[in-house]
C-alpha cells in the first residue's frame, strides 16, 4: 500500500465520510468545518527492514479546519482542507514528528466546459520498496498542482487537457529529490449518453536531482463511463516509449491505466485496477511497474462498512537486475454513529519479495482510529 502509515492513519477519514453541522458559516456558499482525527497502530516492521525488524506502536493526533465553497451553487464546488498532525511512537521516540498535510480543489461547470484545479503539500513519514533507510523512516515531502479542462466542440465530441506538476523531497534516505510534469490530452467521441471512447497522448517529464531524467511518451485509446446499468471504466491503453537522458537506448511497453467499478449487489460494490507503466524509484531508477488490485466494499447496515483488498505488484528495475514482487492483503470497516463521530480500524499483511536481499521484508498492521467533525 503505497500510503501505508499516513494514508491509513494520518489521513485515515476522509471529509466525505463524516457530515456534520459546520462550525462557522460564512456569506451564502461557505462553510467552515472543524475536525480531529486519532488513531493507534501496531506494526510489527516499522521501517520494513528485513534483517533489523522493528516493532512498535503509533500514536496519530491530527486536528484540523475545513472550508467548503458551493453551497446553494450549481456551477462552482471548492475546499480547502489543512490539517496537521502530531505522530508519537511507544519505544522509538527518535521517529517522533509532526506532518502537514493541505489540499486545496475547485469545480467550475460552464455551458460547454467542466473546468478543474487542485494542489496542495502533503508530508509523510514512511518507507517503501524503494524509498527506505536501514533502522530509520524517511520524510517526503510533496508539493503538487493540478488543471484540467474538458470543452464540448460538438454534440458527440470533446477535448481534455490537463497538466499537472509535482515536486517530491526526501529527507532520511538515500534517495534523490525529483520534480515530474505531465501533460495528458484526449479527444472523446461519445459512443452513448454514458460512454466516451477516446484517442489519446501524455507526455510526462521526469526530473532527478543529481540523477537520471526522464521523458515518456503514450500513446492511447480508451474508453470512459458506464458499459451498462452497473459496470463503468476509465481505461486507457497503448504504447509509450521511455527516452533517457544519457546514453542509455530508449525503453518501449505496452501501457494499461484502468480502474472499473461493478455492482455485485445492492450493498456489494467491487473494484479491480490494472497498471502498467514506467516509475521512477526512489534511488532514481527507471522501473517498469506491472499491478493488480482488487477491492470489494459491502454495506453490513446503514452505518456499518466494510471491505477486503488484495493486490500484487511486479517492479523491474531497468537498469539493474533487480525484481520485486509485492503482495497485499487489507481487511477494514468502518462505523459511523451519528453525522459527528465515526471509527474505522483495519489490518494489513504485505510481502515483498525481492532478488536484492535487503529489500525483501514482510509487515503486519493493525490500526484503530476515530473521526469527529463539527
Known amino acids: 500500500m503505497k500510503n501505508l502509515f499516513l494514508s491509513a492513519g494520518l489521513f485515515c477519514a476522509p471529509l466525505s465520510t463524516v457530515f456534520g453541522s459546520p462550525l462557522l458559516s460564512i456569506g451564502d456558499h461557505a462553510d467552515l468545518f472543524a475536525e480531529l482525527d486519532g488513531s493507534v497502530a501496531y506494526t510489527d516492521n516499522l521501517t520494513l527492514d528485513a534483517s533489523n525488524e522493528l516493532d512498535d506502536v503509533r500514536f496519530i493526533v491530527q486536528p484540523g479546519l475545513a472550508l467548503e465553497i458551493g453551497r446553494g451553487l450549481t456551477n462552482v464546488d471548492a475546499s480547502l482542507n489543512a490539517m496537521y498532525g502530531f505522530v508519537r511512537y511507544a519505544d522509538n521516540s ?4 509532526e506532518l502537514w498535510n493541505v489540499v486545496g480543489n475547485a469545480a467550475f461547470r460552464g455551458p460547454r466546459y467542466n473546468l478543474g484545479v487542485s494542489g496542495g503539500y502533503i508530508e509523510k513519514q514512511q518507507n517503501e520498496n524503494d524509498v527506505n533507510a536501514v533502522q530509520t523512516l524517511v520524510l517526503q515531502q510533496t508539493a503538487f498542482a493540478n488543471g484540467n479542462i474538458r470543452y464540448e466542440l460538438s454534440e458527440k465530441f470533446a477535448l481534455g487537457v490537463a497538466g499537472r506538476f509535482d515536486n517530491i523531497t526526501y529527507d532520511g534516505g538515500n534517495n ?3 520534480d515530474i510534469y505531465a501533460v495528458p490530452v484526449d479527444l472523446f467521441y461519445e459512443l452513448t449518453p454514458k460512454l466516451d471512447a477516446s484517442v489519446g497522448f501524455r507526455y510526462r517529464q521526469t526530473d532527478v536531482e543529481s540523477g537520471q531524467d526522464f521523458d515518456d511518451y503514450f500513446y492511447n485509446l480508451g474508453l470512459t463511463g458506464a458499459l451498462t446499468e ?26 494499461l491505466i484502468s480502474s472499473s467499478d461493478l455492482d455485485v449487489s445492492p450493498r456489494a460494490t467491487a473494484r479491480l485496477v490494472l497498471n502498467r507503466d514506467f516509475a521512477t524509484s526512489g534511488d532514481g531508477q527507471s522501473v517498469e511497474r ?7 466494499f459491502y454495506l453490513i447496515t446503514p452505518k456499518l462498512t466494510t471491505d477486503i483488498t488484495g493486490s500484487y505488484t511486479v517492479s523491474d528495475y531497468q537498469t539493474s537486475s533487480r525484481e520485486d514482487d509485492t503482495y497485499l ?14 471509527l474505522n480500524a483495519f489490518y494489513t499483511y504485505r510481502d515483498n519479495d525481492s532478488n536484492l536481499n535487503p529489500a525483501s521484508y514482510t509487515e503486519n498492521l493493525f490500526q484503530v482510529g476515530a ?3 463539527y
Open 176 to 178: 534523490l529529490d525529483r
Open 329 to 342: 492483503v487489507r481487511l477494514g470497516g468502518s462505523y459511523r454513529f451519528n453525522s459527528l463521530v465515526s
Open 290 to 296: 506491472t499491478s493488480v488490485r482488487g477491492t470489494l
Open 371 to 373: 473521526s469527529l467533525r
Open 94 to 97: 527518535d521517529f517522533d514528528t
Open 230 to 255: 452497473k459496470f463503468s471504466t476509465t481505461a486507457r491503453i497503448g504504447y509509450q516509449e521511455r527516452e533517457f537522458d544519457g546514453s542509455n537506448d530508449s525503453e518501449g511497453t505496452l501501457t
